[in-house]
């Protein structure tokens, strides 16, 4: 799906400006505490709910918002293989805010 104009704009800062914005923010102005790796499936909860939505509805609307998402064009098994390499790219930059929040919140403790 491409987007023009307006549509354009909104996709840019929602999924290239935000993501960089928001890390800085969390590195320098967040509150950090030591969390525990198993929050990281807490964190997964909105996405597998986002999924459910989107395959449910995607084949009465057909529409689906991102292309790896589309069982019209790819099936479901290919979606299923699609989602499983999100969720690991979620997983993985989970353990990586979990690790960097707790060694920066160790260091401004101790």
């Known amino acids: ?5 307006i549509g354009a704009l909104i996709n840019e800062l929602l999924h290239a400006v935000m993501p960089v914005a928001y890390i800085v923010y969390w590195i320098f102005f967040a509150c950090k505490k ?3 790796a198993k929050i990281t499936w807490y964190w997964l909860f909105f996405p597998a709910v986002y999924l459910a939505f989107v395959l449910l509805r995607g084949p009465v609307a057909h529409f689906y918002p991102y292309p790896f998402m589309n069982a019209d064009k790819l099936g479901y098994a290919q979606v299923a293989l699609n989602s499983l390499g999100v969720l690991l790219a979620f ?3 989970s353990a990586v805010f979990i690790w960097g929040g707790n ?3 160790r260091k401004k403790v101790g």
Do not use: I, R, T
Request: hydrophobic share 55%; aromatic share 8%; proline share 7%.
């Open 91 to 93: 997983v993985g930059a």
């Open 1 to 5: 799906m491409e987007f023009e104009g």
């Open 34 to 36: 030591v969390l525990p």
């Open 103 to 105: 060694k920066l919140a």
